[in-house]
């Protein structure tokens, strides 16, 4: 598995999560994860069901899912462990069948022994020119 961080506190979380996304794609797709949907909803902005579905089937098409802890985390692929919990993070982190996880940081508590103990390699967002 190769392992990647991404942690730019000067970004806002919305512009961590699109370039996750974007990375995802680049990569032939794969699975953007949180431990709960409401997170996924709040970072990607989306205030009703009708919205967050449409987002999903954007998503979709560029070859990107969306998964939350209670929906069934993924067992394989390219998976981005998004604002997430440790425990999240350490269950994708031992599954065999992932081949590149991103973990976007958030709170320092949720990743940093993971980081310490893995030692992935860090991923900065382009920015525009």
Do not use: C
């Not at 942690?7 to 996304?21: Q, V």
């Not at 994708?92 to 992935?120: C, S």
């Amino acid at each position: 598995m190769n392992r990647y961080i991404l942690i730019e506190e000067g970004t806002s979380p919305r512009a961590r999560i699109d370039a996750a996304a974007s990375w995802l794609e680049s990569l032939g797709g794969g699975t953007i994860v949180s431990d709960l949907k409401s997170n996924l909803e709040s970072t990607f902005g989306t205030r009703t069901a009708a919205e967050f579905k449409r987002l999903e089937e954007s998503l979709s098409r560029r070859g990107v899912r969306l998964a939350w802890r209670r929906a069934g985390l993924p067992f394989h692929g390219n998976v981005v462990a998004a604002f997430t919990t440790r425990d999240v993070i350490e269950t994708l982190d031992e599954r065999e069948g992932i081949d590149n996880l991103l973990v976007l940081g958030w709170a320092p508590m949720d990743y940093e022994d993971w980081a310490e103990r893995q030692a992935p390699t860090r991923v900065f967002i382009a920015k525009a020119q």
